[in-house]
């Protein structure tokens, strides 16, 4: 509520609903160091409803995230400070209207456009199952991490993300987990002046597990819905939790300006009366609060991280080119050799078609580069993107270390999905006719 006052710009409302929703899965159950944000296994957090941003501004703060250079570093200076959040919204701050990839450490990916933030988590459970196939070994399971997606009404109404819950359910990525919070609230007013359908039928036919927590401040029943994701194996999770949007004290109603809006020094003064908070105290930590986070979180997360790391040890030794690779993959490099057989095209009076060149090319280096992989959105056959050589194989419900994807006629949600993909480190690639590039636009 104080940022947003102080910005005189931003949503209070989805961030003060969903804050017990949050704080349960990230003190409970989220995988997380927070002095090493980057660790390769940890579980990811998106937040797909990105105008919420001051929900995970604050996570990052309270949970005193480090931050991380560009050279993959990470130092002992906190992601989000107090002064950082005092400058929502402003120029240059670290924390802008909607989180920012690679701005703010702890950000897993930029959420903009309502629905990108859950069409690219598919990509991340994605990049979790394949990597896991890859690298996984008997007694050495180094990738397995759960990929959870804050959302909101507007995720649901977006397109994209009705064609990316189609692909993660038709391919079992139980690993992934959409939080949806159904609160009926736009910014022009209830959603029932332009959606009404049955979102839990929707996801159903999707062959998802559906969930439902009637109310976003029942902690108890919020921890037993996160436990059966954990308990579901065979399917993607969407947990539908019903909550009233914030919009300051009880008696309030303008629910559009809340969502959208300020509240006000006196609606804010009257809601910190309601919540038993000091009315005109600002930017208020308590005393024992960041030791709170640090006692749960904050220890699960080290030793999560300190026991993979130990383990990554040992298996460097008896796996060292999987080793390789992983730690490769991580900063982004390239395997020795990977250019060595990149054909070259003499000069040819009938010419040869660009896609044959650039397929050629493509499966040329894909048998060097193990971590590329893609597809087309239905049409590989004539973009010539297919991976042809032995072994490349295709990616598929509980075989997921093929490199050949099948995105179906799902144009939009390929380019979100590769995003994710890439943004857990794979190199993948997509391809469709030059029409359909207008659907990349929101992904780009």
């Known amino acids: 509520m104080d940022a947003v006052q102080q910005a005189n710009s931003g ?4 961030p003060m609903a969903m804050a017990p929703v949050v704080y349960t899965l990230w003190q409970q159950f989220l995988r997380f160091d927070p002095d090493d944000p980057i660790w390769p296994n940890r579980d990811r957090f998106v937040l797909s409803a990105g105008h919420a941003s001051m929900l995970l501004y604050s996570m990052l703060h309270l949970t005193q995230v480090k931050s991380v250079n560009p050279e993959y570093e990470t130092l002992g200076t906190l992601s989000v400070t107090l002064d950082d959040i005092k400058n929502f919204r402003q120029l240059n701050s670290k924390c802008p209207g909607h989180p920012e990839y690679r701005w703010t450490s702890g950000i897993e990916t930029t959420t903009g456009p309502l629905g990108q933030g859950v069409a690219t988590s598919v990509g991340m459970a994605l990049a979790s199952r394949w990597m896991a196939q890859y690298f996984n070994r008997p007694g050495f399971e180094m990738v397995n991490f759960n990929v959870y997606a804050l959302a909101g009404d507007g995720c649901m109404m977006e397109g994209v993300s009705g064609e990316a819950a189609s692909v993660a359910g038709h391919l079992k990525l139980s690993n992934l987990c959409w939080i949806y919070d159904n609160n009926h609230i736009t910014i022009e007013g209830n959603t029932s002046l332009a959606f009404s ?12 597990n559906i969930l439902r927590v009637g109310d976003a401040n029942d902690r108890e029943m919020v921890a037993r819905a996160l436990r059966t994701f954990h308990a579901t194996l065979d399917r993607p999770t969407i947990i539908i939790i019903d909550s009233h949007i914030a919009y300051g004290a009880p008696h309030k109603q303008d629910t559009s300006a809340a969502h959208g809006e300020p509240l006000g020094e006196d609606e804010i003064r009257l809601t910190k009366r309601n ?42 030794r008896q796996f060292p080119e999987l080793a390789s690779h992983l730690q490769q993959i991580q900063k982004r490099e390239l395997p020795q050799g990977w250019d060595a057989e990149i054909p070259a095209f003499p000069a040819d009076p009938k010419g040869m078609a660009g896609r044959d060149a650039s397929g050629k090319v493509e499966n040329a280096i894909a048998k060097h580069l193990p971590w590329l992989i ?41 380019g979100s999905i590769l995003n994710g993909l890439s943004l857990s480190k794979l190199r993948p690639f997509g391809s469709g006719f030059l029409i359909f590039s207008d659907y990349m636009r929101a992904p780009g």
């Open 275 to 316: 919540y038993g908070w000091p009315e005109d105290a600002k930017f208020l930590v308590p005393d024992g609060v960041y030791n709170r986070f640090q006692e749960q979180l904050g220890q699960r997360g080290r030793s999560a991280r300190d026991a993979w790391m130990v383990k990554f040890a040992e298996y460097s």
């Open 374 to 414: 893609g597809g087309a959105a239905d049409l590989a056959p004539s973009t010539k993107t297919r991976l042809t050589f032995d072994g490349a194989g295709d990616l598929e419900a509980n075989n997921y270390g093929g490199r050949n994807m099948h995105f179906g006629i799902r144009e939009h949600a390929m």
């Open 11 to 14: 949503h209070p409302g989805t």
């Open 197 to 208: 359908e049955d979102v839990a039928t929707r996801f159903l036919g999707y062959g998802w």
